[in-house]
T-cell receptor
Framework: QKEVEQDPGPLSVPEGAIVSLNCTYS??????FMWYRQYSRKGPELLMY????GNKEDGRFTAQVDKSSKYISLFIRDSQPSDSATYLCAMSATGGADGLTFGKGTHLIIQP | EAGVAQSPRYKIIEKRQSVAFWCNPI?????LYWYQQILGQGPKLLIQFQNNGVVDDSQLPKDRFSAERLKGVDSTLKIQPAKLEDSAVYLCASRSIRGRSETQYFGPGTRLLVL
């Protein structure tokens, strides 16, 4: 079993749809949870950062963490074609001071 | 503020050859990471430096991979000899120990193809 599992696989939705991306993890030491966005041929860029359980909202993006279930989610509202990218969940026990543990990524396509 | 710089952007070599990648982190960032991202997977940490010292190299295949950060600024990752399974994107990231310390900033990566 991998330390971090990410769902769904490749995803294609129409513009304006609500997108839900999810990760589950097995290491209870993880306290810090991140979502990175990676455009083709680019490095990942930090999109959302949360500590412990709870919700965080930033514009059209909402990150949720449920540590009791070892489950995190990213929601994208009013999705735009410019949101088309690979989304990677990442986790850390020490807030990013150590190396991050990533999920495999979800390739998202928003159809105009 | 300039981002993390990496070179070369692309490299094609034959198996058993050697290759080196270079990274220049964001100015003032003390922590530097090298990740390997195989196609269809998330990045995997290879090595972490704090200034010029190694913090974590537990996932670095030390029989063929080496890395250094001699002056605590830029870094070089080397593979010798390369294997087919080393084909991947090698990402360098850096982090400041001040301010928003949780953010790792990634470079564009070096795409390696081993034939």
């Amino acid at each position: 079993q991998k330390e971090v599992e990410q769902d769904p696989g490749p995803l294609s939705v129409p513009e304006g749809a609500i997108v839900s991306l999810n990760c589950t993890y097995s290491n209870s030491a993880f306290q810090y949870f991140m979502w990175y966005r990676q455009y083709s041929r680019k490095g990942p860029e930090l999109l959302m950062y949360t500590y412990s359980s709870g919700n965080k909202e930033d514009g059209r993006f909402t990150a949720q963490v449920d540590k009791s279930s070892k489950y995190i989610s990213l929601f994208i509202r009013d999705s735009q074609p410019s949101d088309s990218a690979t989304y990677l969940c990442a986790m850390s026990a020490t807030g990013g001071a150590d190396g991050l543990t990533f999920g495999k990524g979800t390739h998202l396509i928003i159809q105009p | 503020e300039a981002g993390v710089a990496q070179s070369p952007r692309y490299k094609i070599i034959e198996k058993r050859q050697s290759v080196a990648f270079w990274c220049n982190p964001i100015s003032g960032h003390a922590t530097l990471y090298w990740y390997q991202q195989i196609l269809g997977q998330g990045p995997k940490l290879l090595i972490q430096f704090q200034n010029n010292g190694v913090v974590d190299d537990s996932q670095l295949p030390k029989d063929r991979f080496s890395a250094e950060r001699l002056k605590g600024v830029d870094s070089t990752l080397k593979i010798q000899p390369a294997k087919l399974e080393d084909s991947a994107v090698y990402l360098c990231a850096s982090r400041s120990i001040r301010g928003r310390s949780e953010t790792q900033y990634f470079g564009p990566g070096t795409r390696l193809l081993v034939l």
